[in-house]
């Protein structure tokens, strides 16, 4: 499991480097970072997750935040690496039901937790609806909900990433966070870099 999830987030970082025109690896390593510790329950696969991934990756590179992939082994008590940690959870549709999701919803976040549940059986069938790339889809509902994490207050915007509406944009041309959010997501992830429990021992 371990060597998969290393392939997929090595697959994911070369496909966003190719969406993204790609940058210098010191540049990038200067760029406040979130680390995002990701477990696919779902099985979603390394295919897709790798896509979707690349996807996430682009929104965030296009705020000046840098995201580092890793597996989310021990849960949210494994804070080890370097920059801000998150948790991003892919629920099966029977743990879904178990956790008792909103209906309509995507996927959910618990911000003072740092935790986020994405629901990629029910972004698979809304892509179908609209005719999306489910992968890119479900880059976009991950990007949405670890935007949640790091933004203050649960509210949606009335724009780019964090409307709650991101479906209507089908190849993920304007998900993008505003000025106003990409200054507070670099001030938070900025302010908690120095913080002792955020160490650093992982990351690529």
């Not at 005719?131 to 009335?158: F, K, N, Q, T, Y």
Request: charged share 20%.
């Amino acid at each position: 499991m371990e060597k998969a999830i290393r392939n997929i987030i090595v697959a994911a970082a070369a496909t966003a480097l190719a969406l993204t025109g790609g940058t210098s690896r010191a540049a990038d390593r200067q760029a406040p970072t979130v680390v995002v510790h990701v477990a696919d329950l779902a099985g979603v696969g390394s295919a897709g997750l790798a896509r979707a991934m690349a996807q996430t990756m682009g929104v965030y590179k296009a705020a000046g935040v840098r995201l580092v992939w890793v597996e989310a082994g021990k849960g949210p008590g494994a804070r080890a690496c370097e920059g801000l940690n998150v948790f991003v959870t892919l629920l099966s549709p029977r743990q879904l039901l178990e956790q008792g999701g909103r209906e309509s919803a995507l996927g959910r976040a618990a911000r003072a937790e740092r935790q986020a549940w994405i629901y990629p059986g029910r972004v698979s069938l809304l892509a179908w609806q609209k005719s999306m790339d489910e992968r890119v889809l479900l880059g976009l509902v991950i990007a949405h909900e670890v935007g949640h994490l790091l933004l203050p207050g649960p509210g949606h915007s009335s724009d780019g990433i964090m409307t709650a509406g991101i479906d209507t944009d089908p190849r993920g041309v304007r998900a993008r966070f505003t000025p106003r959010e990409v200054q507070g997501i670099r001030a938070r992830v900025e302010s908690e870099a120095g913080n002792p429990e955020e160490r650093t021992t992982c990351g690529s």
